[in-house]
């Protein structure tokens, strides 16, 4: 009953997506020309010690924060689920995993690299580290099937964020420039590789029932929604509660950036229901243009940096 409902409010949001997408351009699975490769560029996170670096925004600087603090641990999490895998995949696969597994890898190292720009003498860095580690060590004994669903959800996540800090770069107006640059190459690499954990799941899955993968797809999403939503408000209102703010105040602002204006999650809604579509695959939200666009542009920076060295 529920899965039906889900799935019905999923087609007529499809339908949306669809008459929104690139004219002209109908990928229905991974691009074949797509590579996964990484960028191994290095940015200056200290330009975010000690200040509102969001623009002056303390809401917004504690929303991304807090997101960027969710990041190592749950990075080596989605590493790990793929890992696991490596040895059931083969040929493009094989190579767009060995991808996704380098592309996480640096993004965990530029953003150990910001966090530890954080002053853990005024904000609660060390509860909020544990408090994620727990839960990931959780998870991690769930087995090799829960840590791959978990991963392809929070990848649905980080690729609809992705999106959105590609696709509005007046996002980003009045951040430091490689604070900017960081977050825009981590939402590039984030959509290049948003369905390898995808496809590696279908690999794995092939021979399941159809409602069984769809069963787990659904009932992972449904709990991760849930943590992850409560966990970055949670995290972002202590970091403003550190800051001064009252608990409820803090709370209300974080919902309000959340799901009010600018609507980090609400912008996304349309791309988050297409998940419970039983047909669903990640390439259905075809930003292949705009990608390439960011590509481009961090070819030329990867060539600059290289030639500094
Ligand atoms: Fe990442
Ligand atoms: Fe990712």
Same mark, same amino acid.
């Given at each position: ?32 020309? =797509? ?6 560029? @290095? ?24 997101? /960027? ?17 490596? /040895? ?18 640096? @993004? ?5 690299? =910001? ?5 853990? /003498? @005024? ?42 800090? =590609? ?25 290049? @590789? ?116």
């Amino acid at each position: 009953m529920v899965l039906t409902f889900l799935s019905l409010c999923a087609r007529v949001c499809h339908k949306k997506s669809i008459v929104n997408s690139t004219p002209g351009v109908k990928t229905m699975q991974t691009p074949i020309g =797509l590579a996964v490769s990484p960028r191994d560029i @290095h940015f200056a996170t200290d330009q975010a010690h000690g200040r509102a670096w969001m623009a002056g925004d303390p809401v917004a600087t504690a929303v991304f924060n807090a997101l /960027s603090l969710t990041f190592p641990d749950g990075e080596r999490l989605f590493m790990d689920a793929v890992r696991n895998y490596r /040895s059931n995949l083969s040929g493009k696969l094989l190579e767009d995993a060995k991808g996704f597994i380098a592309q996480e890898a640096i @993004h965990t190292r530029e953003h150990v690299g =910001l966090n530890a720009g954080l002053d853990r /003498s @005024h904000y609660p860095i060390d509860e909020i580290e544990a408090d994620i580690k727990g839960r990931l060590t959780f998870l991690r004994t769930r087995g090799r099937v829960a840590m791959l669903g978990v991963t392809i959800a929070m990848e649905h996540f980080t690729a609809m964020m992705a999106d959105l800090f =590609l696709e509005e770069p007046q996002f980003w107006d009045g951040v430091p420039e490689d604070l900017a640059r960081l977050w825009q190459w981590h939402a590039m690499e984030e959509t290049e @590789h948003k369905a390898v954990a995808f496809d590696v799941f279908q690999e794995i899955s092939k021979n399941w029932k159809p409602s069984q993968r769809y069963g787990l797809r659904v009932r992972i999403m449904l709990i991760m929604t849930v943590m992850f939503v409560s966990n970055i408000t949670k995290f972002s209102s202590m970091l403003l509660i550190a800051d001064g703010m009252k608990p409820w105040k803090a709370r209300l602002s974080v919902l309000g950036y959340l799901f009010g204006k600018p609507g980090l999650f609400r912008k996304s809604w349309k791309a988050y229901w297409d998940w419970f579509r039983p047909g669903f695959h990640p390439w259905h939200q075809d930003n292949s243009a705009t990608l390439k666009a960011w590509q481009d542009r961090f070819e030329v920076a990867v060539s600059q940096q290289v030639a500094a060295e």
